[in-house]
C-alpha cells in the first residue's frame, strides 16, 4: 500500500533552516508529482511546494517562494524540502502528498515545524 513518512521537523528560531524529508513506498515513485502542505493551527490546510515527477519542473506558494526548495530522488523514492529564511508564520504541520491518476490524494502523518524564538 502506498506509504509516506515525513520526517525532519522541529523547533528552530527565526531565521533558521530546516530539511524536511518524505520516505514513498508502495508506488511507482519516479512517475507522480509530490507536493508539500502544511496546516497552522485553525487555518486551512494549504499547498507550499510542488515539483514533476522527472523534478524537472516546480511550483511554490507565495509566501514561501525564494525561502523554499522542493527537490526529490527518484533512486531512493525520497522527495526533500529545504526551509530556509523561516518566519514565525512558518509554523505548521507538514505533510507530504501525492495523487492518483483519478486524483485520490495520499498523505503522510506529517511533521511538526515550530519557529519560535
Known amino acids: 500500500q502506498v506509504q509516506l513518512v515525513e520526517s525532519g521537523g522541529g523547533l528552530v528560531q527565526p531565521g533558521g533552516s530546516l530539511r524536511l524529508s518524505c520516505k514513498a513506498s508502495?508506488?511507482?515513485?519516479?512517475?507522480?508529482?509530490m507536493s508539500w502542505y502544511r496546516q497552522a493551527p485553525g487555518k486551512e490546510r494549504e499547498v507550499v511546494a510542488a515539483?514533476?515527477?522527472?523534478?524537472?519542473?516546480?511550483n511554490y506558494a507565495d509566501s514561501t517562494k525564494g525561502r523554499f526548495t522542493i527537490s526529490r530522488d527518484n533512486a531512493k523514492n525520497l522527495v526533500y524540502l529545504q526551509m530556509n529564511s523561516l518566519k514565525l508564520e512558518d509554523t505548521a504541520v507538514y505533510y507530504c502528498?501525492?495523487?492518483?491518476?483519478?486524483?485520490?490524494?495520499?498523505w503522510g502523518q506529517g511533521t511538526q515545524v515550530t519557529v519560535s524564538s
Open positions: 502528498n501525492t495523487r492518483r491518476n483519478d486524483g485520490y490524494a495520499y
Open positions: 508502495g508506488f511507482t515513485f519516479s512517475a507522480y508529482a
Open positions: 515539483i514533476s515527477s522527472t523534478g524537472g519542473s516546480t
